[in-house]
C-alpha cells in the first residue's frame, strides 16, 4: 500500500467521498505484473482444468474487480490478486502424465523442475534429490507423494471419464430432436409446397400460370421472390446441415474411440507412473538431475483432451465456429422468414387473381 492509497483508505473511514479515486486504485491493480500473468494462468488454467485448478478458478471468478465500489475492497482485491497469482502457477497443476503442450506455455521442460515440499517449504524434485541433508527414505516418501497425487488426479480426470462415457447411456437431447423434427417434418412441407408451386407454374398449360410466370404483374414478382427465397433458405440450410453434421461426427468419433481403447488408457496411466517412478529412483541412486521430458510420459494427454470436446456445453459449441454458426443462424432466420411471407403473398395474389376470373392482377 503506497502512500496515496494510505490517504484514500483514511479518509474512507472518516466518511469523505473518494468513489472518484477508486478507478485509480483498480487501474493500478490492473496494470500490475501479477495481474497480467494471472489472467495469462487463468485462461490456461481454464483449458487444463485438472483438480487443483478449481480452487483458484473459483476464487478468481469470486474476485469481480470491476464491481468494487469501495479502496477498502480495492485494496483487498491487490492482496487477493497477488495471492492467486501465486498458486496459479502452472508449475503447480502440471501434470505430465496428461501434459499437452498446446495447452500452456510455461518454461518447465523435464520433470525434475516439477515442484515438492520438504518441511513445508517449496523445493523443485532435482533440489531435492541433490539436498544431502535428506535421507534417501525420506526423499523417496515425499517423491512418492507427488507421482502418487499426479497418478489420482490423471484415473480422477480420464479414466473416471472414460469410464462415465462408456457406461452412460445417451440422454435424450432435445437439441438433436428439434433438429431431426426441422428436417423430417418442416422441410419436407416446405419441399413439397415449393415443387407443387414450381409444377403448377412451369409445367401447366394453362395461359393464366403462364402469364403468372413469364408476365410482370404483382403476381409473377412474388412468386420470383419466392423461388428466389425458397433457393437461399435450402442453400444456407444445407450449409448448415454440413457444419452440424461435421461436430457431431467428431463426437461420435471421439465417443467410440474412448470406447474401443479404454485398455489403453488404463496400460497408458501405469506406464507413465512407473516410467516416472523409474527416473525419480534413478536420480536418487545416481544423486542427479531429472531430465526426463514431461511430454515423454504424457500417455493420457490425447485421451483427456478428447473428454474435455465431449463435456463442451452449448456455449462450447458455438465457440467450435461461433462466428460461422452465428452468421448462419441469421440467415437462415431471415430466409425462412421472407420465404414464409413471400409464399403467403404468392398465394395470396393467386387467391385473388382466380376471384377475379382468372386475370392475374
Known amino acids: ?43 490456461m488454467a481454464n483449458k487444463y482444468q485438472v483438480p487443483y485448478t478449481q480452487q483458484f478458478l473459483k476464487e478468481y471468478e469470486d474476485l469481480k474487480i470491476n464491481t468494487i465500489t469501495s479502496i477498502k475492497d480495492a485494496l483487498v482485491a491487490r492482496a487477493k490478486v497477488d495471492y492467486l497469482y501465486q498458486i496459479s502457477q502452472p508449475k503447480y497443476y502440471i501434470n505430465p502424465i496428461m501434459f ?31 539436498l544431502d541433508t535428506v535421507m534417501p527414505k525420506e526423499k523417496i516418501k515425499i517423491l512418492n507423494k507427488v507421482v502418487n497425487k499426479w ?72 412468386f420470383l421472390i419466392y423461388a428466389i427465397f425458397l433457393f437461399v433458405y435450402l442453400i444456407v440450410d444445407l450449409i448448415d446441415f454440413n457444419i452440424n453434421k461435421k461436430y457431431l461426427s467428431e463426437k461420435d468419433y471421439c465417443l467410440y474411440y474412448l470406447k474401443s481403447h479404454a485398455y489403453l488408457a488404463l496400460k497408458g496411466l501405469d506406464d507413465s507412473t512407473f516410467q516416472i517412478k523409474s527416473a525419480l529412483l534413478d536420480a536418487l541412486k545416481e544423486k542427479k538431475k531429472v531430465n526426463t521430458n514431461i511430454t515423454r510420459v ?39 422468414v421472407l420465404l414464409l411471407l413471400s409464399f403467403f403473398v404468392y398465394a395470396a395474389f393467386i387467391a385473388f387473381s382466380l376471384l377475379q376470373g382468372g386475370a392475374v392482377v
Open 1 to 43: 500500500m503506497n502512500a496515496h492509497e494510505k490517504v484514500f483508505l483514511l479518509a474512507e473511514i472518516f466518511g469523505v467521498d473518494v468513489t472518484r479515486h477508486i478507478n485509480t486504485v483498480l487501474k493500478e491493480i490492473e496494470d500490475t505484473e501479477h495481474y497480467k500473468q494471472l489472467v495469462i494462468n487463468v485462461e
Open 100 to 130: 499437452n503442450p498446446l495447452e500452456m506455455s510455461t518454461d518447465i521442460t523435464t520433470i525434475g523442475e516439477l515442484p515438492c515440499f520438504y518441511q513445508n517449504k517449496e523445493i523443485t524434485i532435482n533440489d531435492l534429490i541433490l
Open 151 to 222: 497418478h489420482l488426479d490423471a484415473k480422477e480426470t480420464v479414466l473416471d471419464e472414460i469410464n462415465i462415457k462408456i457406461s452412460k447411456r445417451n440422454p435424450i437431447n432435445f437439441e438433436e430432436l428439434v433438429w431431426y423434427f426441422e428436417r423430417g417434418l418442416v422441410y419436407p412441407v416446405l419441399a413439397i409446397l415449393g415443387l407443387l408451386v414450381f409444377g403448377i407454374t412451369i409445367f401447366s398449360s394453362s395461359e393464366f400460370f403462364k402469364e403468372i410466370v413469364h408476365g410482370n404483374k404483382m403476381t409473377s414478382y412474388a
Open 298 to 336: 504424457n500417455s493420457l494427454s490425447n485421451f483427456r483432451r478428447m473428454i474435455l470436446f465431449l463435456n463442451m456445453k452449448d456455449s462450447g459449441k458455438k465457440q467450435y465456429s461461433e462466428t460461422l454458426l452465428n452468421n448462419m443462424n441469421i440467415i437462415k432466420i431471415v430466409a425462412i
